[in-house]
């Protein structure tokens, strides 16, 4: 409930001001919990399949993207990696997810690894 209500109320005052067009929101973690209680009652880390939030700055509100299966445990449809996520992020701030930038060597290490934006989501 408290993550629902910061959300929305910076949602809210985010399109009142006129930024949200600007300002790019994302939440996501970088694991999701299993999908059955352990036997001390809790849920361990589970990296199969997590949800990410993305709101503002050329993303179509209201875009549902992929489905997992009835347990929350895999992905049914439509699976995105962590490099997609971040090509997402890179196209949305006007920076091109196929960039390069040198490591410390002097090779061209591509910024989105590989990831494509996803277009579905994009306004």
């Not at 209500?5 to 009142?16: G, I, N, P, R, S």
């Not at 973690?29 to 199969?48: F, I, L, Q």
């Amino acid at each position: 409930p408290g993550l629902d209500q910061t959300f929305t109320a910076l949602l809210e005052d985010l399109e009142h001001r006129g930024l949200l067009d600007e300002t790019l929101v994302v939440i996501t973690s970088e694991m999701g919990r299993t999908p059955k209680v352990n036997g001390n009652a809790g849920r361990d880390h589970w990296t199969y399949c997590y949800s990410t939030v993305f709101a503002g700055a050329g993303i179509r509100g209201g875009s549902v993207y992929g489905a997992s299966d009835a347990h929350a445990a895999y992905v049914k449809d439509k699976p995105v990696s962590t490099s997609d996520i971040c090509a997402t992020i890179y196209h949305c701030l006007g920076i091109d997810p196929d960039m390069t930038v040198p490591d410390r060597t002097g090779r061209p290490v591509p910024i989105a690894h590989g990831g494509q934006p996803i277009r579905d989501i994009l306004a």
